[in-house]
Structures are given as C-alpha cells and as structure tokens.
C-alpha cells in the first residue's frame, strides 16, 4: 500500500492505545525515572500527514522533529531519550540525546525496537510500550546512575504525548 493511502486510514492512537492505558504509561515512565538520571519521553503519532508524505518526510525525520519541539535534547544531564511510534506505517524511533551517544549501540537501540515491534504485532499495546521504556530505562541506569545524594529532578513531562 502506498505510503500516503498509510497515512490517510491509519487507525486512531485510541485503537491501539486507549487512553486508560496512557496513564499506565506515564506511572511506568514516573517509577523508572526513580532509578537514574535519565529523562525518558514517550510521542504516539497517528500519521504524518499527506503533506509530510509527499515531501518525502520519513519516520525517523518526525521523530527527530518531535525530539526537538518536545526539548527532550534539552536535560541538564544530557540523558533525554524519545520513544517515538507512528501507527500509520508501523514506525517505531528512538532519538536519544548525546549522553548516550558513546555509550549505547545502534544494535541496543534495534534490540528494544524489534522488541516492541514484535509485541504490538502480537497486539499486546500498553504492555509492549511498557517493556520497551523499561528497557530504555535499564540503559539509562547504566550511564546515569542515581547517587544517594541525588535530587530526583523531573525535567520532561512523564505523559505520553499523543500528536
């Protein structure tokens, strides 16, 4: 199927997520951010829109476009990570800020991307998104752990952004 025919009847965020669920994301995103300096973010597309497509926008262009309007690039630590889905072509992104750069593979990033990939295949939503930021969130102890003398300082927001 042509990519704007995708994007023109790709189902609601809801069908996949409903909106109860939203909230489960964002207590998961709250409790892992307990255990490092990591900022975690989660974005949920429905479809890029006719004219992104026909401009030849891809995914991975909207994700880094969304990694910049949400300011997850901009956290003291440098430690932001987006989580990034567009439903319409089954897209998933992830666009982590320099801090990890170094430090964490492109395999690592795949890993939690098939993961996740694999799960909503299997039409498990909410809890495929839920492994996949705990994952994230694993890394993110790694290269930012949490000291004792830490404040916890929450510089995004934990909800899920629905665009």
Excluded: K
């Excluded at 989660?42 to 910049?68: C, K, P, W, Y």
């Excluded at 994230?136 to 003398?149: G, I, K, T």
Aim: net charge negative; glycine share 6%; aromatic share 6%.
């Amino acid at each position: 199927m042509p990519r704007w025919l995708q994007n023109l009847f790709a189902m609601p965020v809801s069908a996949m997520i409903p909106a109860e669920d939203m909230q489960r994301i964002a207590d998961v995103i709250t409790e892992c951010e307990t255990l490092h300096n990591g900022q975690i973010c989660f974005a949920i597309e429905r479809s890029l829109g006719l004219g992104n497509v026909m401009r030849g926008m891809t995914a991975r262009d909207r994700a880094h476009q969304v990694f910049s309007h949400l300011r997850v690039w901009d956290t003291s630590r440098n430690s932001g990570v987006l989580l990034y889905m567009l439903t319409a072509e089954h897209r998933i992104e992830i666009v982590a800020d320099r801090g990890y750069h170094e430090v964490v593979s492109g395999e690592q990033w795949r890993g939690i991307c098939q993961l996740l990939e694999e799960r909503l295949h299997q039409n498990e939503g909410a809890d495929a998104v839920i492994a996949a930021i705990r994952q994230l969130s694993e890394l993110a102890e790694l290269e930012f752990p949490r000291v004792p003398s830490d404040v916890i300082d929450n510089e995004l927001s934990n909800a899920p952004f629905v665009l």
